[in-house]
């Protein structure tokens, strides 16, 4: 391994593949040899494929269930996009190849799709330049704050904070800090927007800039931006937007045009790329002129010949963020799905998310507490006091719903909404299959009032009940075979 990236990192052009004859026991230390052979089961190939049918079966999807886990965007993700993917002359190109001498040549097809997804996402969202490099929403928030932190340090500002309001993903309060600054929380008002007032306190020079997950993680597009903006510009502050659920606005508006800097976006929710279990993802970053020469390399060019490049040759770059050109795999998929739908497809498709939320909401609302009565975006949020007066809390609600052969929704977060559920059908679902889930909250809140005390044997059809979630996380088993 050492040998591969010692030669890995010698240059562009100075990639080689370690000898075949190297002797790997030499260069081990001998107290990491293995003494003893592996004591690993003897099975027959039939009993393998058996056991690992069976898993497969256990696993919950898209593909086999309703999923309307908010803030997640569990999707439909179209199998003609997965065949795209696995076109051959996608598939079987070695990453390294375009930085070979004559490579470019070989991989002209691959860089244009990279440089045309960022000429769309630039369409999309009003923006000057993308990067498609980050390798997930949370890594697209990190390129985004460390771009913001090289535009203050070539500015020789002094900053030291970032402002997030209460109401967005959990995620933007630990990326900013990561990039090494400290984080202001603003309340958000009683209608769910943020505190104006408080905002107005919290804004000093030292302020870096402000993120914004945008609609909310309460399901409500923010009505104050273009003061928030002034603000925040008016102590040459940064303005992130958290696109994770772009698939809310896109074709609707454009984080570009309403006073923001940067933002990222997440294929796997608003594209369709697949989730795949917690990973890979995809999370470009856009930014406007301001950030632009601070983007990642390498970057995708077109020379005036029309031949796609990678290059290099941006000093000011913050450099790498991810091995290569990002998850490339995904980067083709959105692309398909993108051509595929088009101009006006990708409209109807957000108008159909907004839409069937607001039917669930609408729906639900008689039966559960709304948290904030407004027309909401991609998701609703409710908030289950009333059953929870019977005894009957959010999580009980989420284990009756998985024996009705249903994902649960998102439950107890927004943090700052009590007993928290949050429901986000998406456009890809049918009215049958949103009316039966209603159907099973409606039951469910009845039986909270017939039976409460039954919910706490909820779920009976799965293979384990209730797992004591707080020994899972700490006392994991990662291994299924045990020597002693
Ligand atoms: C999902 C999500 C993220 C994080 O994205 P990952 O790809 O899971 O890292 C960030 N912000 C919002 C609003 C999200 O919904």
């Known amino acids: 391994m050492k040998l591969i990236f010692e030669k890995s990192v010698q240059g562009?052009?100075?990639?080689?593949?370690?000898?075949?004859d190297v002797n790997v026991k030499a260069e081990i230390p001998a107290k990491y040899l293995r003494v003893n052979d592996a004591q690993l089961p003897e099975v027959s190939e039939l009993d393998a494929v058996r056991h690992y049918t069976h898993l497969s079966q256990k696993n919950f999807s898209?593909?086999?269930?309703?999923?309307?886990?908010?803030?997640?965007?569990?999707?439909?993700?179209?199998?003609?996009?997965?065949g795209l993917a696995r076109v051959s002359s996608f598939m079987n190109l070695h990453p390294l190849l375009p930085q070979l001498e004559g490579g470019e040549t070989?991989?002209?097809?691959?860089?244009e799709v990279l440089y045309d997804l960022e000429q769309l996402m630039c369409a999309m969202t009003g923006f000057d330049a993308f990067t498609l490099q980050p390798l997930a929403g949370a890594h697209g928030e990190l390129t985004g704050i460390m771009l913001m932190a090289a535009y203050h340090q070539s500015k020789g500002n002094k900053k030291k904070y970032i402002i997030i309001p209460d109401s967005a993903h959990g995620t933007?309060?630990?990326?900013?800090?990561?990039?090494?600054?400290?984080?202001?929380?603003?309340?958000?008002?009683?209608?769910?927007?943020?505190?104006?007032?408080?905002?107005?306190?919290?804004?000093?020079?030292?302020?870096?800039?402000?993120?914004?997950?945008?609609?909310?993680?309460?399901?409500?597009?923010?009505?104050?931006?273009?003061e928030i903006a002034k603000l925040i510009h008016g102590v040459d502050g940064i303005m992130y937007y958290d696109g994770a659920n772009l698939n809310a606005v896109l074709g609707r508006c454009r984080p570009g045009d309403i006073g923001f800097d940067v933002m990222h976006i997440n294929t796997h929710k608003t594209f369709t790329t697949p989730h795949g279990g917690g990973g890979p993802g995809a999370g470009?970053?856009?930014?406007?002129?301001?950030?632009?020469?601070?983007l990642p390399i390498s970057r995708v060019i077109r020379r005036s010949n029309g031949q796609f490049a990678l290059s290099y040759d941006f000093p000011d770059s913050i450099g790498y963020i991810a091995p290569f050109y990002g998850n490339f795999g995904l980067l083709i998929r959105a692309y398909g799905y993108i051509l595929m739908l088009g101009k006006q497809g990708l409209i109807d498709t957000t108008n159909h998310a907004v839409l069937n939320a607001n039917y669930m909401k609408e729906r639900l609302k008689p039966y559960y507490k709304l948290a904030y009565e407004r027309i909401c975006m991609h998701e609703s949020v409710f908030s289950a006091t009333l059953q929870a007066d019977r005894g009957v809390h959010a999580i009980d609600l989420a284990k009756y719903l998985i024996d009705q052969g249903v994902h649960p929704p998102t439950v107890y977060f927004p943090l700052i909404v009590p007993e928290a559920i949050m429901i986000e059908?998406?456009?890809?679902?049918?009215?049958?299959?949103?009316?039966?889930?209603?159907?099973?909250?409606?039951?469910?809140?009845?039986?909270?009032?017939?039976n409460p005390a039954v919910f706490k044997d909820f779920p009976k059809t799965m293979p384990i009940s209730r797992p004591d979630e707080v020994k899972a996380a700490r006392d994991i088993k990662t291994s299924f075979f045990h020597h002693s």
């Open 12 to 20: 562009r052009r100075g990639f080689r593949l370690p000898a075949s």
């Open 62 to 82: 898209i593909d086999t269930h309703f999923y309307p886990l908010g803030s997640c965007t569990m999707k439909y993700n179209p199998k003609f996009t997965e």
């Open 106 to 111: 070989l991989t002209q097809g691959a860089l």
């Open 172 to 226: 933007n309060p630990a990326s900013a800090a990561i990039a090494g600054y400290e984080t202001i929380s603003i309340p958000s008002d009683k209608n769910g927007n943020m505190d104006l007032a408080k905002l107005k306190e919290a804004i000093t020079p030292e302020v870096a800039g402000l993120m914004m997950t945008v609609p909310s993680t309460l399901g409500l597009f923010e009505n104050n931006i273009d």
């Open 284 to 294: 470009p970053v856009g930014v406007n002129k301001k950030l632009e020469k601070f």
């Open 425 to 450: 059908p998406t456009e890809s679902e049918s009215k049958p299959v949103m009316d039966e889930f209603i159907d099973f909250m409606i039951q469910a809140d009845q039986l909270s009032k017939d």
